[in-house]
């Protein structure tokens, strides 16, 4: 099985930046997708970003093109999302998932594991 822990959340100011790591652990995670989604409260998971094989597929939601940039190293046990200009709106819970058996997607049944989440709180 494979273990996920998400570090790097905080409070920041509108126009701020972020950087979110995911570390993961165990078996099962490597030559499969990896992605970030966010949560807010009465709402589902919304996928922000995949990658698979260290950057050969990736994929950004709208609302974030331009602005976050994700990245895995070479033994694909380390994802991050680098988050710049960050606005209110990007204001959630942000979870780390992996193995992703579709390839790079942002669909929620894609992947088989999750992290516990990290917050993200930016105010105006």
């Known amino acids: 099985q494979v273990q996920l822990l998400e570090s790097g959340g905080g409070s920041v100011e509108a126009g701020g930046s972020l950087t979110l790591s995911c570390l993961a652990s165990?078996?099962?995670?490597?030559?499969?997708?990896m992605s970030w989604f966010r949560q807010v409260p009465g709402k589902g998971r919304e996928g922000v970003s995949c990658?698979?094989?260290?950057?050969?597929?990736?994929l950004y939601h709208d609302s974030v093109k331009g602005r976050f940039t994700i990245s895995q190293n070479s033994d694909e046990n380390m994802v991050y999302l680098r988050m710049n200009n960050l606005k209110p709106e990007d204001t959630a819970m942000y979870f780390c998932?992996?193995?992703?058996?579709?390839?790079?997607?942002?669909?929620?049944?894609?992947?088989?594991?999750w992290g516990q989440g990290t917050q993200v709180t930016v105010s105006a």
């Open positions: 165990g078996s099962g995670y490597r030559r499969k997708a």
């Open positions: 990658i698979i094989s260290h950057g050969t597929q990736i």
């Open positions: 998932a992996a193995g992703g058996e579709w390839g790079c997607t942002l669909g929620e049944s894609n992947y088989a594991y």
